[in-house]
């Protein structure tokens, strides 16, 4: 009997040991962002990390220097969703009123998995120089691509005349404002009432009347 025990042990340990890298290292990120709906980023530890995964304390070394430089990589992980979503207009011709929709539409659905790391880090950033230059970049990011899209709809005429990177600036910092507090903790509101709130500040904004076309 004991032999079985230590049998099973050692299976178990070895199908640690095999478990892919990727899989591994994305348990370990799902914790962090199930943590961080109840618990500021300064509360965590790798303890606590470690004791919600199948893995042992020492493997979170293996993907992450420290919890910073986990927390970075799951803002890299959420720009990457969110810059998937948004493709649709950033890249379509003319206002493309449908495509703003369903960019819009899937960052909050991103955000509505993914809130309380968008909630976490920008609390965090003031008061944390690491997580505040890689908020900051990750602002800076938006802001130079809707900037991008509005020179480029003004220049054939599809949206009105206005300073392009001050009006991308406060689109994107209304659009974090607003996500965060419709989905970075569990009492969500409702998802519709968000997008149809986003859709038309962005439409009214940009959009010359009369054309969303």
Same mark, same amino acid.
């Given at each position: /009997?004991?032999?079985?025990?230590?049998s099973r042990k050692s299976i178990s340990k070895s199908a640690r040991r095999?478990? $892919?890298?990727?899989? !591994?290292? %994305?348990?370990?990120?799902?914790?962090? #962002?199930?943590?961080?709906?109840?618990? $500021?980023?300064?509360? =965590? !530890? +790798? #303890?606590?990390?470690?004791?919600?995964?199948? &893995?042992?304390?020492?493997? *979170?070394?293996?993907? *992450? %220097?420290?919890?910073?430089? &986990?927390?970075?990589? =799951?803002?890299?992980?959420?720009?990457?969703?969110?810059?998937?979503?948004?493709? @649709?207009?950033?890249?379509?011709?003319? @206002?493309?009123?449908?495509? &703003?929709? %369903?960019? &819009?539409?899937? +960052?909050?659905? #991103?955000?509505?998995?993914?809130? $309380?790391?968008?909630?976490?880090?920008?609390? !965090?950033? @003031?008061?944390?120089?690491?997580?505040?230059?890689?908020? !900051?970049?990750? /602002?800076?990011?938006?802001?130079?691509? #809707?900037?991008?899209?509005?020179?480029?709809?003004?220049?054939?005429?599809? *949206?009105?005349?206005?300073?392009?990177?001050?009006?991308?600036?406060?689109?994107?910092?209304?659009?974090?404002?607003?996500?965060?507090?419709? *989905?970075?903790?569990?009492?969500?509101?409702? $998802?519709?009432a968000v997008l149809e709130t986003l859709c038309f500040i962005w439409s009214?904004?940009?959009?010359?009347?009369?054309?969303?076309?």
């Amino acid at each position: /009997m004991v032999a079985m025990q230590e049998s099973r042990k050692s299976i178990s340990k070895s199908a640690r040991r095999r478990r $892919p890298t990727v899989e !591994s290292r %994305k348990e370990i990120l799902d914790r962090v #962002v199930e943590l961080l709906w109840d618990r $500021p980023i300064r509360d =965590l !530890s +790798i #303890v606590s990390i470690m004791r919600g995964t199948g &893995l042992s304390r020492p493997a *979170f070394y293996m993907y *992450f %220097k420290n919890i910073p430089a &986990l927390i970075e990589e =799951l803002l890299v992980d959420l720009e990457a969703e969110m810059n998937e979503a948004a493709t @649709p207009w950033l890249v379509a011709e003319g @206002p493309a009123g449908e495509q &703003l929709r %369903k960019s &819009l539409e899937g +960052i909050v659905a #991103v955000c509505r998995r993914r809130g $309380p790391v968008l909630r976490a880090i920008s609390e !965090s950033a @003031p008061h944390d120089a690491r997580l505040e230059r890689a908020w !900051s970049g990750f /602002m800076d990011g938006w802001d130079r691509a #809707v900037r991008d899209r509005i020179l480029g709809g003004q220049a054939s005429g599809w *949206f009105q005349d206005c300073d392009a990177a001050m009006v991308a600036s406060a689109l994107n910092r209304m659009d974090a404002a607003i996500l965060i507090e419709a *989905f970075g903790r569990r009492d969500q509101r409702d $998802p519709e009432a968000v997008l149809e709130t986003l859709c038309f500040i962005w439409s009214r904004t940009l959009f010359v009347v009369g054309d969303s076309s």
